[in-house]
């Protein structure tokens, strides 16, 4: 059984920084990409950031680039989400996701999100 469990969620104020991570478990890592998707309230679902596992491959939002980082640790089936000088309108619930197409929310597997709030 496919699992993402992400973590690192919280509230911050505007400038800060904070970094996600999501583990993942019940099929080989490197077999899908890795997305991170966000959920700002009363909107839909959105692509953040992508990497094809297992390859310097990274796919940004242009909202975030310069901002949030993509990464994994292989060794630990866990890719991460590094985000600084963060907004307000960064505020949303953060979900990892695999499997999916570039930025797309038409992914396989998600986990249950975690929340970010950022305050001004």
């Known amino acids: 059984q496919v699992q993402l469990v992400e973590s690192g969620g919280g509230s911050v104020q505007a400038g800060g920084s904070l970094r996600l991570s999501c583990v993942v478990s019940?099929?080989?890592?490197?077999?899908?990409?890795m997305g991170w998707f966000r959920q700002p309230p009363g909107k839909e679902r959105e692509g953040v950031a992508t990497i094809y596992t297992g390859t310097d491959r990274t796919y940004y939002a242009e909202s975030v680039k310069g901002r949030f980082t993509i990464s994994e640790d292989t060794g630990k089936n866990t890719v991460y989400l590094q985000m600084i000088t963060l907004k307000p309108e960064d505020t949303a619930v953060y979900y990892c996701a695999a499997n999916c197409y570039g930025l797309t929310t038409n992914c396989g597997f998600w986990g249950q999100g975690t929340q970010v709030i950022v305050s001004s």
């Open positions: 019940g099929y080989q890592y490197n077999t899908f990409s």
